[in-house]
C-alpha cells in the first residue's frame, strides 16, 4: 500500500536514528538517564539553547506538555490556549486530570492566538472565586500548519509576563517550524522569551522521546518528581539520548524537515491545479488543509489514507514526513484526478 498523508507520526524511524540504537546497545550503563549518551544529549540541548538550560527526557509529546505545564501551575490556576491547540483537543483530557486546572480555549487567527484573544482572559487576578490565569500555552508548528513568526511569539511573551504568567510552547514539530523560518532554535524561543519547551522529534524521524527544556532552571525545581509520578521517567535512558545524539549530527533534524516541508509545497502546487480542491490554510511548514469534493474522500482514503479533518465542511488535512517521495505525491495527485473524473 502506498505511503498515506494521515500524519508524520505513521512514518517509519531514520536509518540513522535506528542505527544509533546498535551504537549504544553494548554492555551495561547506569540507569534513568546518569549516563554518557544521556549526559551528551542534555550538552547538545544546552548548546542549542544556553547551559543554563534544565532538559528533561520523557516518553511521548502528552508527557511532554504535562510535565512543563505541572511544574508550573497548581490546580486554581488555567491555561490558556488555541480552540485547536494538542493540549485541548488531543490529549483526553490528560493535561486537566494531572495539572488539575482549568483550559481556557481561545479563538485561534490562522491557527495562532492572538494578544488581542488572550487579554479578554486575563480578570480575576487575586479574586479567589475566579481560577488563576497563569500559564499561555502556544504550538508550533501550531495544528493548521501555520508558523508563529519571533514577533508573535514576544508580543504574546511580553503580556504574559507582565501579568506573571508564563509562555510554554508546544514544539512537536519545532524542527519544520525553525526549517520554516530559516532560524536556529533559540532565535524563536528562549530569545522570544519562551519560558518553557516541549522539544519533538517523534514526527520528525525519531522513534520516541521527546524533551522538556526549562530556559529558567528555577521552574524547574519539582519537575523530576512530577517526571517520575507521570510514569515519564525512562530506565533506559541511554536509547533516548543517543536519538537525540544522532538527531543533531550533521543537522540531521534540518534534513528530515525541509524534506517534508518541501514535499508539502510540491503537494501545494500540485493540488492547487485542481479547480475542485480548495486550500483553507497557508502552506507553512508540512501540513496542507484542504476542501475537497466529499464523494472522493472514502475511496481516495482506500488508497492513500489520511485524516477528515471537519467533515461538515469536508476539510481534510494531509501531512508529509520525512520520508515522503515526489513519487507519492504525484501518485496521490494522480489518484485525485481519476476520481475527478
Known amino acids: 500500500m502506498p505511503k498515506g498523508f494521515a500524519s508524520d507520526n505513521n512514518?517509519?524511524?531514520?536509518?540513522?536514528?535506528?542505527?544509533?540504537?546498535?551504537?549504544?546497545n553494548k554492555g551495561h550503563v547506569v540507569g534513568y538517564g546518569d549516563d554518557m549518551y544521556t549526559e551528551k544529549a542534555i550538552a547538545k540541548l544546552k548548546q542549542e539553547f544556553g547551559e543554563e538550560t534544565a532538559v528533561f527526557f520523557v516518553f511521548n509529546g502528552t508527557g511532554a506538555n504535562i510535565i512543563s505545564l505541572s511544574s508550573v501551575a497548581s490546580s486554581y490556576h488555567s491555561i490558556l490556549c488555541a480552540e485547536t491547540a494538542h493540549i485541548q483537543e488531543d490529549e483526553?483530557?490528560?493535561?486537566?486530570?494531572?495539572?488539575?486546572?482549568?483550559?481556557?480555549?481561545?479563538e485561534?487567527?490562522?491557527?495562532?492566538?492572538?494578544v488581542e484573544g488572550v487579554e479578554k482572559h486575563l480578570?480575576?487576578?487575586?479574586f479567589e472565586h475566579h481560577s488563576q490565569p497563569k500559564v499561555v500555552s502556544i504550538s508550533q508548528v501550531t495544528e493548521m500548519g501555520t508558523v508563529y513568526q519571533p514577533q508573535e511569539i514576544k508580543a504574546i511573551a511580553n503580556l504574559a509576563h507582565k501579568h506573571n504568567m508564563h509562555l510554554h510552547m508546544d514544539g512537536a514539530r519545532i524542527a519544520n517550524a525553525a526549517v520554516a523560518l530559516d532560524l536556529p532554535f533559540k532565535a524563536f524561543t528562549k530569545d522570544c522569551e519562551v519560558d518553557i519547551l516541549s522539544f519533538g522529534g517523534t514526527k520528525n524521524g525519531m522513534m520516541m522521546?521527546?524533551?522538556?527544556?526549562?530556559?529558567?532552571?528555577?521552574?524547574?525545581?519539582?519537575?523530576?518528581?512530577?517526571?517520575?509520578?507521570?510514569?515519564?521517567?525512562?530506565?533506559k535512558?541511554?536509547?533516548?539520548g543517543a536519538q537525540f545524539l544522532a538527531y543533531f549530527e550533521n543537522n540531521l533534524w534540518k534534513e528530515n524537515a525541509a524534506h517534508a516541508n518541501r514535499m508539502a509545497k510540491i503537494l501545494e502546487a500540485e493540488t492547487?491545479?485542481?479547480?475542485?480542491?480548495?486550500?483553507?490554510?497557508?502552506v507553512e511548514a508540512n501540513g496542507i488543509f484542504a476542501i475537497i469534493p466529499k464523494e472522493i474522500i472514502k475511496p481516495l482514503q482506500e488508497k492513500y489514507f489520511f485524516y477528515v479533518w471537519n467533515e461538515e465542511l469536508s476539510e481534510v488535512r494531509?501531512?508529509?514526513?520525512f520520508d515522503t517521495t515526489e513519487d507519492d505525491i504525484y501518485g496521490f495527485v494522480k489518484s485525485i484526478k481519476e476520481l475527478l473524473n
Not at 11 to 24: D, M, N, R, W, Y
Not at 210 to 232: T, W
Not at 272 to 282: A, Y
Open 272 to 282: 492547487r491545479k485542481i479547480p475542485q480542491i480548495k486550500l483553507t490554510q497557508e
Open 123 to 126: 480578570y480575576g487576578f487575586d
Open 11 to 24: 512514518s517509519g524511524v531514520h536509518p540513522a536514528i535506528l542505527k544509533s540504537f546498535e551504537q549504544v
Open 92 to 106: 483526553c483530557g490528560a493535561p486537566e486530570k494531572f495539572t488539575g486546572c482549568k483550559l481556557l480555549p481561545i
Open 237 to 240: 535512558m541511554r536509547f533516548v
Open 209 to 235: 522521546g521527546e524533551a522538556v527544556l526549562f530556559f529558567n532552571p528555577e521552574l524547574a525545581v519539582n519537575s523530576k518528581y512530577i517526571r517520575k509520578q507521570s510514569m515519564q521517567l525512562f530506565s
Open 318 to 321: 494531509w501531512m508529509t514526513s
Open 108 to 114: 485561534p487567527v490562522n491557527g495562532k492566538i492572538t
